[in-house]
Structures are given as structure tokens and as C-alpha cells.
């Protein structure tokens, strides 16, 4: 063990300092110099107070030996009582070392801080424990509540797979052994994440958190009560307009002052008005047209999902033994007359088809779904890509599972464009049918699942297996942060059974089931940009282009400008690891990265230890790769699917979430009348007026920046590594990104660009790298932490 010095105290409080921020403290302490103690690596600390305190970084000045330059210890740890521990608190100052080259006399800290971290895996765990350990997700349901409540288990089965959350080791329910009791939704949010995850009551998380609670609460009652003084349903869409431009007088109380200023930044004296969205800032009307229809696959929300048709018709790939025949009825006859005169075969050698295809990951919980209030379609929606670069669509398919039987296959109905009549009310409704999947697909799975699910067993592994001490931790330590805690929330309001997410997305309670089921086709290299690229298509190996690829499409925001952030994340980190691994070998024989990749595939994302795509993390290629997904998903791929939620769906009619009814039959009451008020019948088939108000309370709070966000290419402190390489190759990653965004600026400015613009006049945003505070469309957070 290292030699500790004398013990020290905190001297007055120092307030004259004008660097530090106004809620910072700044102390002094003097410690006694020993000649035999060297140069300091590593400090303990016990806080003998009743409370716990935020020590944020120490700082050694005038150190023999060491006077030319201070030694700094970032700490951005809560320090707890001295009787809440079982040793004292340890930080270690900011030299990065690989487990091989830490120095003698820290390695036992080093390893014994880890087993700290890791627990021992029993017992309910405290706010002031700091134990990373996994759990299934098994707290969703409520049993106990009644059998409308139950939810199963997710992870730890081949039948509901999926990647671990943090344990909280509550006791279980009464009813079901297997499922963790809950806290009562409304009375807390006291979640255990180790405390480090949660900073302070200032931080964004924690904010959205009590933010969430109070819609649940406070907010909802009184907008069932509105509701139900106004009629559930809009009646037209200037009555839709009316949230935004009149807004709504709520009851007075100074409950509900307190969150209309604090929650949603209104000081109107409770005239609870919504921000205008974007999609309608420009125009009232443009988002119904078929082009912007289409711009959104590929420069909105979710982006992540158009593939390039590569046969025709499109095929399923369900087992025809449970699902019999899902292929589509799509025919040639369908779209031959809006090919620009190519053939089927000239159109799909030229890479002009494309498809936005929900019906596999749609149709086997279809049945279930439908047997709600819900009233939906598995959507298949085909598209050409013109010769300026923007999309038409061709046809929309809408499939339903086939009365008789899920083995009989599909029962589908295809819908061309039109621009009149009932014909144009019919299309109309068949692109809303399609946004409803499509806004599942993108809270569910492009959202949830594959940026908050996904990421969570990384920060939980990391920080078991990784000490603060080595390189790989200090590089990905930052995208790491609020991630558990904003998790922790959605499980206790969001994604819970009967929460907000059922209660406005139209899978309802079978949400979270579903996502189980797409996450057993979830592979990690293919979250990878140029990767995922391929897959579905929209790019081809090119060894001579960038990222060795091309995309088959010029016109591509999110890929576009994702690739130049891939490009610039890929570079810095291997700079970075190149400074410290100068070999493969360097690689193999680190004890702990080996570890800490073991248990992320075999604890982490359990259900998925046995697929062979995993990188083997033998070589430098597979520590960069890995490393570069992990931050693409955590940065940027989040906040491509989160912060334009406000900009294009908090205007409902263009991102309806549910479908109450399905397409009007000849003959109907709805089908006539089509004929002299279609836009009733649309409104009256999507999302009704109380989940519409509760869905976009939701996302304005999501869609949010907050005043102290970090983003990508900054750092919390420009203390975070001693290594004057590492901090320069840094200082090179955040000038690549300032140039990315000029990039990106320039390009939103040239009209040959249709589809950055469009004509709603809603410019691609979600990849600039920088943002100021609340619903600005832009900006790309270190973390998935909102």
C-alpha cells in the first residue's frame, strides 16, 4: 500500500475567488509535508459532517519537487457521511494509466475501489450506496395492482430478451416472486442510481424527472377535466391550432403556477399556451403535402428507418410457419405510372426504389395491439427517388393479421396517391396510418431501445470494470452522463405499465414487449453509422469514398451529416487510444478493458453473449470501433431521434401516435362523410384531443436543452487528463466539429438541397454540434441523458 500522509482540514471558506461559478465553494487545506511521501497520486477523504456534500476537484499547489505545476484530482463525486462507508473515500489524481503501468503503491487502491463499485450483488441498495450492478427489467408491471397491471419480465429468456438496466434490489411483489415491487408512482422518485449518476437537484434529469411527475400528477387531471368541458375530440385543425395560438385557461393555485413557470417556462398567469412547432411556423398546411411526407424519412425524427428497395414486391421475412404468407400485394400495376418512365428493372438497378417498411416488427403483436382501444395497421410504404433528389411516394400498403389466423398470412389493402376528392381524403388517412407506426417505431425502438436501453449496461460495465484512473473510462466517462438516472425515471413513468407511454403510443400495454422482440435482431456493430448505412441499403462499399462508403442517395441530411460527425468522434478516439496503446498486444494484456468487455457481452447484454459479431477486443481496430459506436449511440444517434420531437411532432396531425379507428369502408357514416368534412374523419382516427395535450407536454419537456448541458467536443473541466497529447487531440476534435457545422449550415442554404429544407421551410438541424438553452432543434449532448 502507498504511504498516507498526515491528515488535514478544511480551512474558511474562501469567497473572493471569481473563477468558480456562483453555486460553487471553494476551501482551503494544508497538508504537512512527510520527505518519504512522493509525489502524491491519490487522496482519502472522510466527511465527519451529518450530510453529504459535492466535491467537485482538489487541487495541490507547491508540492516539493512538484512546484513547476499543480496536481489535480477531479473528484464530481457526492461525499457522504463517514458512517455511510465501509473505508474511506479515495480519489486519484488525473494521470491516466493502464492497469499494467499504475504505480506500486496505488494498484491495491486502484482494485479496491472497483470492488466498491461492483457491490457484492445482495441487499437493497441506498442513495449513498455507490454500487453498478444489473438487473432484468423487472420492475415495469405491477402485479399486485391486478392482472392488467402485470407485464413481463424483459431480459434473461430467449422469449423477451433484452439489455440489462441498474439493480435496485427491492424486495418483490406479493403476487409474482419475479417481478420487483414498485415505488407508488405519484409519491416518489427517489429511484436508486448510484448517487454519482444523479449530481444534483439542478441537473436536467433530475429537473425532467419532476417535470414528468407533475404532468402525471397535477397537469393530467386538470386536462381530463378540460377534456371533458370541451369534447375529447378536435373537431377541426384550426381547432388543433387553438392549443398553440389561444392556448387554455387552467384552475389558479399556486401548485399549478409554480409548474407552469418552472416545468414548462410560462409566465402568463396560467394561460397554458404550447410553443408553436416548427413544422407549422412556416406554413399551416405544408406538412400534408406528399413531398414533405416524405422528407421526413430522411431529415426528421427518425430517419433511421428508409431502406433501399432491392426487390420487388417487398418480401417478409416472418417464419411462414407462424405467420404464413407476409408478402407484399403491392403490384407493378401500383406504381408503374410514376416512374418517370423507367421500368421496374431500370428503377432498381439505379437505386431509385426505396421502402419504409413497418410490417414485420408490426405484425406479430398486431392482433394483440387491436384488441385495444387501438385500431392499426402493419405499413409497408414504397417510394421514388426523383432525378432533383427529393421522394415521391408511390404506395402505401396497410396489413392486417388474417381473421381465420395468424398462419394465413396478411390481409392487405394498397393506397396510391391522390390529390381529390374522397380518393385524396383516402390518401391522406393512409399517410397518417403510416406516421402512427412510424412515431411507435421511433419512441419504442429507434429511441428507447437502441440510444437509452442500449447504452445503459455500457455505463454500468465501465464503471464496475474500468478504474477512474484508466484512459478508456476518462474517454468515455462523459457520455455517460444522467444516463441511468433519466432511465430510472422512464421505468417509473414513462415506460411503466400505465404510464405515459402506453397511455400515447399506440402499442399501449404491449409497447415494451414489442421493443423485446426487435431487440433480438439488435446487433452492436451494426450500430455503427457506415454499418448501419449498409444494411438497409442507402450506401454501398465505395474503398475510395469516406468512411469507405457511398450513399445511394445524394440527398440525405441525417446520413450526410451524421457521417461527418461519425467521421470526427472515429478520428479523436484513435487519436486517443493510439497515445496509449501502441500495440494490439497493448490491447489483449490489458486486464481490466478485457474485463470490462467480457462483462458488457456477458452481463451487460446477456441475452446476446453468444452472437459471433461481437468485436473480440484483441486488436487496436476493435477498441476504436467499439469505442466509437458507444459514443455515436450515447451523442449523436440520440440526439438525432430526441431533440427534433417538439419541432415535428408537437403538432400532432403530422406525427399522429395513435390510431382509434381504421380506414373508413365504402358505404360507412365516416366514408360519406369524407365527402363534405374529411378532415373530422381524419382527426377522429388519430390521436384524440387528451393525449394529444398529454403527448406534447411529454416532448416539450424532452426536446429541451438545458442551461448547463456539455456537449460534444466539450468537457465538464479542462482538468479531466494530465496528458498534454490527449488534450490536444481533443482541442483538434472540437474544431472538426465547429467546421462540421458550418458545413452543415452552408449546405441548409443551397436550394439544390431539397430535402434540407422542404417545403414546410424546416431546415435539418439535429446534427449541428452546438445549442443554446431549450427548444432550439439542434445540438449534440455528450449523453443520452434526456
Known amino acids: 500500500m502507498g504511504k498516507v500522509g498526515k491528515g488535514a482540514e478544511l480551512k474558511n471558506w474562501i469567497t473572493t475567488i471569481t473563477s468558480l461559478k456562483p453555486e460553487d465553494s471553494a476551501y482551503e487545506v494544508t497538508f504537512d ?26 487541487t495541490l499547489e507547491d508540492v516539493p519537487g512538484h512546484e513547476h505545476a499543480p496536481i489535480h484530482f477531479v473528484c464530481n463525486s457526492w461525499v457522504y457521511p463517514s458512517d455511510k462507508y465501509k473505508s474511506d ?61 402485470a407485464r413481463p419480465v424483459l431480459g434473461g429468456s430467449s422469449q423477451y430478451p433484452y439489455p440489462r438496466r441498474g439493480r435496485t434490489g427491492r424486495p418483490p411483489t406479493s403476487t409474482d416472486p419475479n417481478t420487483e415491487s414498485r415505488i407508488p408512482l405519484l409519491m416518489s422518485l427517489n429511484i436508486y442510481v448510484p448517487r454519482d449518476e444523479r449530481f444534483g437537484h439542478l441537473k436536467l434529469s433530475d429537473f425532467l424527472g419532476y417535470g414528468l411527475k407533475s404532468i402525471m400528477q397535477f397537469l393530467l387531471p386538470e386536462l381530463t377535466d378540460l377534456c371533458a368541458s370541451l369534447s375529447n375530440e ?67 425524427m427518425n430517419p433511421v428507418i428508409i431502406s433501399r428497395l432491392q426487390e420487388f ?42 421502402i419504409l417498411n413497418h410490417h414485420d416488427s408490426l405484425m406479430p403483436y398486431l392482433r394483440r395491439i387491436n384488441s385495444t382501444t387501438t385500431k392499426m395497421y402493419a405499413t409497408r410504404t414504397l417510394l421514388f427517388l426523383k432525378k432533383d433528389g427529393s421522394l415521391r411516394p408511390l404506395a402505401i400498403e396497410l396489413s392486417l393479421p388474417h381473421p381465420d389466423g395468424d398462419k394465413h398470412g396478411a390481409v392487405s389493402q394498397v393506397y396510391t ?14 399517410k397518417a396510418y403510416v406516421g402512427v407506426s412510424d412515431s411507435g417505431v421511433h419512441q419504442l425502438i429507434s429511441h428507447w431501445l437502441n440510444t437509452h436501453a442500449a447504452i445503459e449496461p455500457v455505463v454500468i460495465a465501465t464503471n464496475r470494470q474500468l478504474s477512474v484512473m484508466h484512459p478508456i473510462h476518462k474517454l468515455l466517462h462523459p457520455h455517460f452522463r444522467d444516463t441511468m438516472n433519466i432511465n430510472a425515471f422512464a421505468r417509473q413513468i414513462l415506460i411503466n405499465a400505465g404510464g405515459i407511454l402506453e397511455a400515447t403510443v399506440f402499442p399501449a400495454r404491449y409497447a415494451m414487449e414489442l421493443s423485446s422482440f426487435i431487440y433480438k435482431d439488435w446487433n452492436f456493430t451494426e450500430q455503427a453509422l457506415p454499418a448501419e448505412l449498409r444494411k438497409r441499403g442507402m450506401a454501398v462499399e ?32 484513435d487519436d486517443y487510444c493510439n497515445l496509449y496503446y ?39 481496430k476493435d477498441l476504436i470501433d467499439s469505442c466509437t459506436i458507444i459514443i455515436w449511440i450515447a451523442s449523436a ?25 381504421f380506414m373508413p369502408e365504402p358505404g360507412s357514416e365516416d366514408y360519406e362523410l369524407l365527402k363534405t368534412d374529411p378532415d373530422r374523419v381524419f382527426l377522429k382516427t388519430i390521436t384524440a384531443r387528451l393525449q394529444t395535450l398529454l403527448g406534447i407536454s411529454i416532448i416539450e419537456l424532452l426536446s429541451r436543452h438545458s442551461s448547463d448541458e456539455i456537449y460534444l467536443g466539450q468537457r465538464d473541466t479542462p482538468l479531466w487528463t494530465k496528458d498534454e497529447e490527449a488534450l490536444a487531440a481533443f482541442e483538434r476534435f472540437g474544431k472538426e466539429l465547429g467546421g462540421v457545422e458550418r458545413k452543415i449550415m452552408e449546405m441548409n442554404s443551397d436550394e439544390k438541397w431539397k430535402n434540407r429544407v422542404g417545403p414546410t421551410k424546416l431546415p435539418y438541424t439535429l446534427m449541428y454540434p452546438m445549442s443554446g438553452e431549450g427548444l432550439t432543434g439542434r445540438g449534440i449532448p455528450n449523453s443520452t441523458s434526456i
Do not use: C
Open 417 to 430: 396517391p391522390a390529390q381529390d376528392g374522397v380518393e385524396g381524403s383516402i390518401w391522406q388517412l393512409a
Open 313 to 354: 414486391p417487398p418480401k417478409s421475412n416472418l417464419d411462414t410457419q407462424l405467420y404464413g404468407n407476409q408478402s407484399s400485394k403491392i403490384t407493378w400495376d401500383h406504381i408503374k405510372n410514376r416512374l418517370d418512365e423507367l421500368t421496374l428493372e431500370e428503377a432498381l438497378e439505379t437505386n431509385r426504389l426505396f
Open 234 to 300: 378536435f373537431t377541426s385543425f384550426e381547432d388543433v391550432l387553438q392549443i398553440y395560438e389561444g392556448g387554455f385557461k387552467l384552475p389558479e393555485g399556486p401548485l399549478l403556477q409554480n409548474i407552469y413557470r418552472n416545468v414548462f417556462h410560462r409566465d402568463d398567469d396560467g394561460f397554458f399556451k404550447y410553443p408553436m412547432p416548427d413544422i407549422i411556423k412556416g406554413s399551416k398546411t405544408a406538412w400534408r403535402t406528399d413531398e414533405e411526407f416524405a422528407r421526413e424519412m430522411v431529415a426528421g
Open 637 to 661: 444517434l440520440h440526439a438525432a431521434l430526441n431533440f427534433g420531437q417538439y419541432p415535428y411532432a408537437g403538432y400532432m396531425p403530422n406525427r399522429p401516435t395513435v390510431s382509434r379507428q
Open 542 to 573: 465505395d474503398p475510395n469514398s469516406p468512411h469507405g462508403i457511398r450513399l445511394v442517395m445524394e440527398d440525405y441530411p441525417y446520413a450526410v451529416d451524421g457521417l461527418q460527425i461519425w467521421s470526427a468522434i472515429n478520428t479523436w478516439v
Open 89 to 149: 473515500r479515495i480519489f486519484f489524481a488525473n494521470q491516466a494509466y493502464l492497469p499494467s503501468q499504475t504505480p506500486l503503491p496505488l494498484v491495491p487502491y486502484r482494485e479496491e475501489e472497483l470492488l466498491v463499485l461492483q457491490g457484492d450483488g445482495t441487499g437493497e441498495l441506498q442513495e449513498w450506496d455507490r454500487v453498478y450492478d444489473y438487473a432484468y427489467y423487472n420492475d415495469l408491471g405491477d402485479p399486485d395492482s391486478g392482472e392488467d397491471s
Open 582 to 620: 501502441p500495440s494490439d498486444e497493448a490491447v489483449k494484456g490489458d486486464t481490466e478493458l478485457q474485463s470490462w468487455w467480457k462483462e458488457l457481452r456477458e452481463e451487460g447484454h446477456g441475452d446476446k453473449k453468444d452472437a459471433p459479431w461481437w468485436p473480440k477486443m484483441q486488436t487496436r
Open 33 to 58: 509535508w512527510e520527505e518519504d511521501i512522493g509525489i502524491p497520486g491519490a487522496f482519502l477523504i472522510k466527511n465527519n459532517h451529518h450530510s453529504e456534500f459535492f466535491l467537485k476537484t482538489l
